[in-house]
């Protein structure tokens, strides 16, 4: 069948038939809905034509893939992004025009798919569009999450979850692929039995979920590739258990019906308890035995059952621990279901399986109770206690009589499996995400494996794709970049460093300024639709954006924005150039601290918006519902971007590369990529502040941290403080955010007074911050600052990360 030629005719005609063909109504009856899904449809049929080409070339070729397995994929609306890629954007502007409508009409009617929530999950986006633009064979896998983690409304001072449905009108981008459906076992008991002097482990009395796939299409930039992300939907075997409905045992007849409702339901289920502890477990094993099930199935198709070929042909990447299973699973496909003795496997899956931490946080660092497994997952379990044993009698081996070494390398110890342990023992490639964060994992976090496998550890700087983050997400700044350096650095990103001697040209600085100028007035057009509210464009847009956590010190911004209020009130010749501080976070839902740092910054925007001399200065904006639309439209209209984390903590950080891209300058801490930002833009183009990685952990090594003496020596510090609980923020319950600051003073639940050092740095940071204020009014030094971050952000886009990979790990051709 010829391959149409997607031209504006062609396209203006297929959207038309679609709006008769599926709906009945012609282009004037039909709803911006119906339109947009005559688009996307259009779109569609284009990108099927690839996607078929790159699976039978693959098919052909018979090369290594890998398949990067992760628990959430932070995608964002396809269909422009997908219009770009395919170079096709200016073919549709044309046709819609004709056909009077407009991308911002049906844009919006797309629904963002809940299938991430924070940096994990966009960085795996990220990550998935320059494996295409780069022509490398891949497979995302991840689950089909009914509802997402949260629609996040902001109401009466605090956040509330609402259920994000954003599969109400289905997705045009899906295709279920009914043929690879896969049965995944829970619960149970192994017996043990013998054929030919071998042992075979038989799993009876189980509870049986399929694992259904959906697949989405990534589509390359401007070449042939369209590679899959696969989603899977959990699903009952069966509908209803007759038998036990007709004895009467109506729970018991829909049992693996309610077991398998649940396990695709929602991202992050709350596991605060034993029963979310449960479910978390069953979709981290429901993702990975879905994914290797048929990993090995188009593996056997493609070559065979010669399973020593198999490094040579996947690698399955692991992305932070959620997906670690995999390793054991492997094992259980190998050893249980395709005969492999215990030793050829274990090499096998070593050679496979390669790893990405993402966190030093020590909650982070996921430990499950030895019962949970054994009772979910009783064969896992078994393999979980072989690998540990062959593993310790190794350690053994090298530590003779190091007990306590020993059991901090253990993958179970102390009655609980150590997920990073079997990822990092487990795996050919252990890396870190930056610069820093790679020295600490090899150093400090797993110092002891550092030193025993230290070619194992590596580290690949994050990236973000400059295709979304600038090309689709901020135009006429793409477009002034292109006329001024040429087209090439669409394809090679480090061509924009081209842009550096512009920053000396005043004809250029005043169209980028005016470019920032009008991405301002996009974004109010952006928060006038979602919350019917506006913020002033001529005040500095001073942003926070990440997801909602006591490191990442969205407290410490608060706290100085509240100490300039007082500023303001206590002092009539107190000035200082008006700023908006925008935040957009989502706190988890079980996460009490992290939502009362919500309530006390909406409480401090009450405050201001109270007084008509702070609000000519000073205002607080909250972006409802954080994700990837909002900060399509907030970053490209940036100055100033908020980097503050606790040194150390933060492994790379990606947001901060989306605002330099955008022109935005960063106030920051040496901490996770700010360093290689720093390096790339030079000392006098970031602000940087507070204390070091290694202060930090000296301070908590010595552990004679007192915060109250800031309390007792700051005034500013002092007032703003005692202010949170004398009901100067909430008079009808001035105890409402006292947790706060009896954290910050004397610690809460038995944890140390500000752990997280909010107090410490504040003096470095307001200085930081004053010098920002200083500098933003010299708008050429500021401009010029600016076209340096954006002319240095090359290095981080994910097709400098990916290549890496490629390079360092995966080996694909």
């Known amino acids: 069948m010829p391959t149409p030629v997607f031209n504006k005719d062609y396209v203006k005609q297929s959207i038309i038939g679609k709006l008769q063909r599926y709906y009945g109504k012609t282009l004037q009856d039909a709803t911006p809905c119906q339109q947009y899904y005559a688009v996307a449809s259009t779109l569609r049929d284009q990108i099927m034509h690839k996607w078929v080409h790159s699976k039978e070339l693959d098919n052909q070729e018979g090369g290594k893939r890998v398949y990067y397995l992760s628990i959430e994929f932070l995608l964002g609306r396809a269909m422009f992004n997908n219009a770009l890629n395919l170079l096709s954007n200016e073919v549709y502007t044309k046709a819609l025009t004709e056909l009077d409508i407009s991308w911002k009409d049906i844009i919006h009617e797309e629904p963002e798919p809940g299938l991430g929530n924070g940096g994990l999950g966009r960085l795996a986006a990220c990550f998935m569009d320059s494996l295409a633009t780069l022509d490398l064979p891949a497979m995302g896998c991840t689950i089909r999450y009914e509802y997402g983690l949260f629609r996040q409304k902001l109401t009466q001072g605090q956040q509330m979850e609402v259920p994000d449905d954003w599969l109400i009108n289905g997705n045009v981008w899906e295709v279920s692929s009914m043929e690879d459906v896969a049965e995944i076992r829970f619960e149970g008991k192994v017996v043990t039995s013998k054929k030919d002097d071998r042992d075979i482990f038989t799993l009876v009395d189980y509870r049986t979920v399929e694992a259904v796939p959906y697949d989405m299409p990534v589509v390359g930039y401007g070449n042939q590739r369209v590679n899959t992300l696969r989603t899977w939907r959990a699903r009952s075997k069966q509908s209803l258990d007759l038998s036990a409905f007709s004895m009467g045992d109506y729970v018991g007849a829909s049992k693996e019906q309610d077991l398998a409702n649940v396990i695709s339901k929602v991202l992050y289920p709350e596991d605060n308890h034993y029963e979310g502890k449960t479910l978390r477990l069953c979709q981290h094993y429901f993702l990975v035995s879905a994914s290797l099930q048929y990993a090995l199935k188009d593996f056997e198709r493609r070559h065979g059952n010669n399973y020593k070929l198999l490094p040579d042909k996947a690698v399955f990447h692991i992305n932070d621990t959620h997906p670690g299973l995999a390793i054991a699973e492997m094992m259980r496909l190998l050893v249980d279901e395709k005969g492999l003795g215990w030793e050829e496997a274990q090499a096998i899956t070593n050679r496979c399986m390669a790893y990405t931490n993402h966190t030093i946080m020590a909650e982070a660092l996921e430990r499950w109770p030895e019962d949970l497994i054994k009772n979910q997952l009783p064969r896992i379990h078994m393999i979980l206690e072989e690998l540990n044993r062959r593993l310790c009698e190794k350690l053994w081996d090298r530590y003779p009589g190091e007990w306590d070494r020993i059991a901090k390398m253990a993958i179970l110890a102390y009655g609980m499996v150590h997920m990073a342990n079997l990822c990092v023992s487990q795996s050919f490639s252990v890396n870190g995400v930056s610069q820093l964060h790679g020295s600490i994992i090899k150093n400090d976090t797993f110092s002891e494996y550092g030193q025993m496998e230290p070619r194992k550890f590596t580290y690949v700087t994050n990236g973000v794709t400059h295709r979304r983050w600038l090309m689709a997400c901020n135009p006429r700044l793409t477009a002034l970049i292109s006329e001024a350096i040429g ?53 500095m847009f001073d942003v926070q954006v990440k997801r909602l956590h006591e490191y990442k010190r969205q407290l410490l911004n608060a706290l100085h924005i509240h100490v300039l209020y007082n500023r303001i009130m206590d002092d009539p010749n107190f000035t200082m150039s008006p700023r908006v501080f925008v935040f957009g976070a989502k706190a988890s839902r079980g996460y009490y601290k992290a939502k009362m740092i919500i309530r006390y910054i909406l409480a401090l925007s009450r405050l201001i918006d109270r007084s008509p001399r702070a609000r000519k200065m000073l205002r607080i904006m909250f972006v409802e519902n954080w994700n990837v639309s909002a900060a399509e439209a907030l970053i490209p209209a940036a100055d100033l971007s908020e980097q503050i984390s606790t040194a150390g903590k933060e492994a790379s950080g990606t947001g901060n590369m989306k605002l330099m891209m955008n022109g935005a300058v960063t106030i920051g801490t040496l901490d996770g990529a700010n360093v290689e930002i720093s390096q790339a833009v030079g000392k006098d183009n970031i602000y940087l502040f507070g204390m070091t990685a290694e202060e930090v952990a000296a301070k908590y090594q010595e552990g004679t941290y007192a915060p109250i003496q800031f309390f007792e020596r700051n005034t500013e510090i002092r007032k703003a403080l005692s202010q949170m609980i004398d009901g100067t923020l909430f008079p009808d319950n001035p105890a409402m955010v006292q947790i706060l600051y009896h954290d910050l003073l004397f610690g809460s639940g038995g944890g140390k007074p500000d752990n997280y050092f909010v107090l410490k740095d504040f003096g470095s940071y307001a200085q930081a911050q004053h010098r920002v204020g200083q500098d933003y009014q010299d708008k050429e030094l500021w401009l010029k600052k600016a076209i340096t971050n954006t002319a240095m952000s090359g290095f981080f886009s994910t097709d400098r990360t990916i290549a890496e990979y490629n390079e360092k790990i995966w080996k694909l051709k």
């Open 487 to 539: 087209e090439q650095w669409k394809t090679q990103p480090e061509r924009l460093s081209d842009l550096l001697p512009m920053r000396d040209d005043a004809a250029f600085r005043e169209r980028f300024q005016n470019i920032k100028r009008q991405n301002k007035d996009v974004f109010n057009e952006f928060l006038k639709r979602r919350q019917d509210m506006q913020v002033d464009p001529e005040f």
